[in-house]
C-alpha cells in the first residue's frame, strides 16, 4: 500500500526525552524546515513506504527491529506508511536522531547517454553486444591508446582525426599511413583502400560530434599504422617495425585484421616482437594483441599467428548471432563478435556491407580498450583471461566440457558480461587464473626448420587483409 505525501503539509515536532517514546497526541502545527527535513521543493509528492529511515548520533542506540544499514544509518519498519510518517515528525531533531526520514520512492533514470551520430542507429552490431550498458559508465579513456596494423588509414576522417596520435606507415617508412591513390582499384585511381580506415571506425570513431558512427572506444587514442599496401612485397622486417612502433607509442591494444595468404609458421622474430608487445607497454602491463582468424573456412594450425600464446583470436558471427560460413576455425579461436558491417570509410563517407573477421576482430580491440579505460590496473594477460571469461557460450552449438567450440572459441563477447565481471568485489589487483585451455594459447613460434622452409617457398610476408 502506498501513501502519497506532499511535504509541504508535514509538521515538524519537539525534542522529546526519549528518541523512540511516541505521543498519542499529534504535535502541535509548524512549518517544516525543508532542508533540514526533506526536499528544497516544499511542494514535492512522493511515495511513502512502511517504514522509517534513520542516521543516529554515535553511541545511540537504535530502536529494537531496525535494520543496520551500514554506519549510523539504519531502517525500522513500521505498520503503514502513516504510521512512518507520524513516526518520522516526531523524532526529527531529538537527542540522539540526526535525521529521521520516511522510506519514499525517489523515481530514478538510468543516466543513459545518448548520441548524435547520424549513423549509429544502423550499427546493429552495438545492440547485440549491449554496448549501451558499457556507454553508460564509460566513452573511454584517452589515456588508453590503440594501435590498428592495418593497410591505409584516413587520419583526416572527421571520425578519426581528433583521435590520432603518432601515425605511422611501415609500408613506406613514414609518418603518413593515409591510403594511396590507385591502391586496392579494381578500376580508376581514386582512394579505394577503405579496409584500414573501416577498422579503425569500429574501435575509436568518435561520439556526438555529428559524424558517421560511434566506435568501441570512442573517447580512445588511435595508433594508426599502415602495414598493407597494394602490390605489397610482405617484408617482414616491415612487420616486425609495425609491432616495434605500437611497443614504442604505448599502445595499450593492437588490432591486427590480416595475416599470411597461407598457413605457415610464425616466423621468430615475429614472434618475438609480438611478444614483447604483450608484455613491455603501459609500463611492463603490456598490451592486448589481437588477430582476426582469417576468412578461409579453414583450421588454424597450432603454429599460426592466430595461435601465438599472446595472441587473442577472434571468428566472426552474423548479426544472428550465427556462424559466417567464412571464418576460420580451431583450437586457437578465444572468442567469436559480430562482424562490423556498419562503419566509415575515407573521406566522409560511411560503409554498409564491411565483413569477414576484420570487422570482428576490432569489435573486441575496441570493448578491450574500453575495459583498461575502467580498470587500467590490468595487464594484458589478465584482461586477456577477463575477456575469456566473460564471453558467452552460444545456445546453438555444444561447446566441449571445457566450454570451447572450435567457431565460437569460449563464446561471443558481451558488454553486459564484461561490466560484470569488471566490476565485481574482488580486489582490482587479484592475479588472473591460468589462460583456459585451447585459446590461442596453443604454441608458441615455429621451429627454426619450418621457418626456413617456408622462407624458401616465398610465403613469408604475403599478406592479406582479412
Known amino acids: 500500500m502506498w501513501t502519497s505525501l506532499l511535504f509541504s503539509s508535514l509538521l515538524t515536532a519537539h525534542a522529546a526525552p526519549s528518541p523512540w517514546q511516541l505521543s498519542a497526541e499529534r504535535p502541535p502545527t509548524a512549518t517544516v524546515d525543508p532542508e533540514r527535513f526533506f526536499f528544497p521543493q516544499a511542494d514535492q509528492t512522493l511515495r511513502v513506504l512502511p517504514a522509517v529511515v ?11 527491529g531496525a535494520q543496520h544499514l551500514g554506519g549510523v544509518s539504519y531502517r525500522l519498519p513500521m505498520a503503514s506508511p502513516e504510521a512512518a510518517i507520524e513516526a518520522a515528525l516526531l523524532w ?32 546493429w552490431y552495438l545492440e547485440e553486444l549491449d554496448a549501451q550498458v558499457m556507454f553508460d ?14 593497410s591505409g588509414i584516413d587520419i583526416n ?19 603518413d599511413p593515409s591510403p594511396n591513390p590507385g591502391e586496392y582499384c579494381f578500376d580508376g585511381d581514386g582512394i579505394c583502400d577503405d579496409h584500414g580506415t573501416a577498422v579503425a571506425g569500429v574501435v575509436a570513431a568518435r561520439a556526438n560530434n555529428s559524424e558517421g558512427i560511434v566506435g568501441l ?37 593492437i588490432n591486427n585484421s590480416w595475416g599470411f595468404v597461407e598457413s605457415i609458421p610464425v616466423p621468430q622474430p615475429l614472434a618475438d616482437v609480438i611478444d614483447r608487445a604483450a608484455t613491455e607497454p603501459r609500463g611492463g602491463l ?3 594483441v589481437i588477430f582476426a582468424a582469417g576468412n578461409d573456412n579453414r583450421e588454424i594450425a597450432d603454429n599460426e599467428l592466430q595461435a601465438l600464446t599472446s595472441v587473442l583470436c ?29 562503419t566509415i570509410a575515407p573521406g566522409q563517407d560511411v560503409l554498409t556491407t564491411f565483413g569477414g573477421t576484420s570487422a570482428a576482430a576490432p569489435v573486441v580491440s575496441g570493448m578491450a580498450a574500453w575495459a583498461l579505460s575502467v580498470r587500467p590496473e590490468l595487464s594484458a594477460e589478465d584482461l586477456r583471461q577477463v575477456l575469456i571469461d566473460a564471453a558467452q557460450p552460444s545456445p546453438i552449438v555444444t561447446h566441449d566440457e571445457d566450454g570451447h567450440h ?7 563477447i558481451s558488454g553486459q558480461a564484461l561490466v560484470d565481471a569488471l566490476f565485481t568485489d574482488a580486489p582490482a589487483d587479484e592475479p588472473a587464473d591460468e589462460p583456459a585451455a585451447g585459446g590461442c594459447h596453443i604454441a608458441a613460434a615455429a621451429p627454426a626448420s619450418s621457418m626456413i622452409l617456408a622462407l624458401s617457398a616465398g610465403l613469408v610476408g604475403r599478406r592479406r587483409r582479412r
Open 54 to 64: 534513520l542516521t543516529l548520533a554515535p553511541d545511540t542506540v537504535p530502536p529494537v
Open 92 to 123: 526529527a531533531g531529538r537527542d540522539g536522531v540526526d535525521t529521521a526520514w520516511p522510506d519514499v520512492i525517489l523515481p530514478r533514470v538510468r543516466a543513459a547517454v545518448s548520441f548524435d551520430d547520424p549513423h549509429y542507429p544502423g550499427q
Open 137 to 150: 559508465r564509460s566513452l573511454g579513456d584517452p589515456a588508453i591508446r590503440v594501435a590498428v596494423i592495418d
Open 157 to 175: 576522417h572527421p571520425d578519426l582525426v581528433d583521435a590520432v596520435d603518432d601515425p605511422y606507415d611501415a609500408w613506406s617508412d613514414d609518418d
Open 217 to 253: 572506444c570512442p573517447a580512445c587514442t588511435l595508433i594508426p599504422i599502415k602495414l598493407l599496401g597494394d602490390g605489397d612485397d610482405g617484408r617482414l622486417s616491415a612487420d616486425i617495425a609495425a609491432f616495434e612502433h605500437a611497443i614504442a607509442a604505448d599502445a595499450a591494444v
Open 286 to 288: 603490456g598490451a592486448v
Open 314 to 342: 577472434v571468428s566472426a558471427t552474423d548479426r544472428y548471432g550465427q556462424p559466417t560460413a567464412y571464418t576460420n576455425q580451431g583450437d586457437s579461436v578465444d572468442v567469436s563478435a559480430p562482424s562490423a558491417t556498419v
Open 406 to 412: 572450435p567457431i565460437y572459441g569460449y563464446g561471443e
